[in-house]
Nanobody, 124 residues
Framework: QVLLVESGGESVQTGGSLRLSCAAS????????MAWFRQAPGKERDFLGA????????YYADSVKGRFTISRDNAKNTVTLQMNSLKPEDTAVYYC?????????????????WGQGTQVTVSS
C-alpha cells in the first residue's frame, strides 16, 4: 500500500503559476503509474494527466495540454504538477493518484490509491 500526500495548493491570480507536489510513503513510486485529477464543487473528478512508471511518457487531457506538466522523481518518491497560465476555471481540489496498471491509465477507476487533495483557487 502507498500513502500519498499532496501539497502546494493556494490562491493565485489569473495567469499565475503553481507547482503541486505529491509525496509518497509506504512503497516506492516506481511501481506505479501516477496521475493528477481535480474536482470542482458540484462536479465530477476529472482526469488531468498521467505519467508512466519510468517517467518517460506522459498523457494530458485537452483542457490542460500545453499549460500543465507532470514530472516525477522516483528516487525522491515524488510527483509534481506544474501549472501555468492558470484560469478561474482551474479552481478545484487537486488529487494525485497511483495505479498498478502499466502505461498511462486515464480513467478514475484505474487508480487505486489517492491523496487527500489540495485546494487551488484562481481569482480573476
Amino acid at each position: 500500500q502507498v500513502l500519498l500526500v499532496e501539497s502546494g495548493g493556494e490562491s493565485v491570480q489569473t495567469g499565475g503559476s503553481l507547482r503541486l507536489s505529491c509525496a509518497a510513503s509506504g512503497r516506492t513510486l516506481r511501481s506505479y503509474a501516477m496521475a493528477w485529477f481535480r474536482q470542482a464543487p458540484g462536479k465530477e473528478r476529472d482526469f488531468l494527466g498521467a505519467i508512466d512508471r519510468g517517467g518517460g511518457s506522459t498523457y494530458y487531457a485537452d483542457s490542460v495540454k500545453g499549460r500543465f506538466t507532470i514530472s516525477r522523481d522516483n528516487a525522491k518518491n515524488t510527483v509534481t504538477l506544474q501549472m501555468n497560465s492558470l484560469k478561474p476555471e482551474d479552481t478545484a481540489v487537486y488529487y494525485c493518484a497511483a495505479s498498478t496498471l502499466v502505461g498511462l491509465p486515464f480513467t478514475r477507476g484505474a487508480y487505486r490509491y489517492w491523496g487527500q487533495g489540495t485546494q487551488v483557487t484562481v481569482s480573476s
